[in-house]
């Protein structure tokens, strides 16, 4: 094995050895809007289980304006997932979960690479209050 390998091997088990210290069960719900005709068509799924660690970053309470009216988030929350992980957000891709009575929502994810290799992910959330 080579020493990148290595190396890519030791922080995966680094991201997992993370994740188990404080594990958390989710299963994500993705809403994913494809191009139908001219305009959108929304798919919902499930995804997962994982077992993540959530964590607690800096972040400010907020008020959104929405469609049906607003809706109070904030960003005091992160997460990290092992390289296995199905973990999205984009412009047409929302995942969204429900972990310790509270709703999340991904708003980024950073993949965590060595040489091009995935380690884990980290995830900036977004708490729907």
């Known amino acids: 094995m080579s ?38 068509d929304e ?13 607690v970053t800096s972040g400010s309470p907020k008020a959104i304006s929405v469609l049906a009216g607003e809706k109070q988030v904030d960003t005091y929350y992160g997460l990290l997932a092992d390289c296995q992980s199905d973990i999205k957000a984009d412009t047409h891709t929302t995942d ?4 310790n009575g509270m709703e999340f929502e991904v708003k980024a994810v950073f993949p965590q690479t060595i040489g091009g290799e995935v380690t884990g992910y980290q995830c900036e959330l977004e708490r729907v209050m």
């Open 3 to 40: 020493q990148l390998n290595q190396l890519i091997e030791m922080r995966r088990n680094h991201v997992n050895w993370s994740i188990q210290q404080n594990p958390t069960d989710i299963s994500i719900k993705r809403l994913v809007r494809v191009k139908a005709g001219g305009g959108f």
């Open 43 to 55: 798919i919902e799924k499930d995804v997962g289980p994982f077992t993540v660690r959530l964590y």
């Open 96 to 99: 969204s979960f429900k972990a």
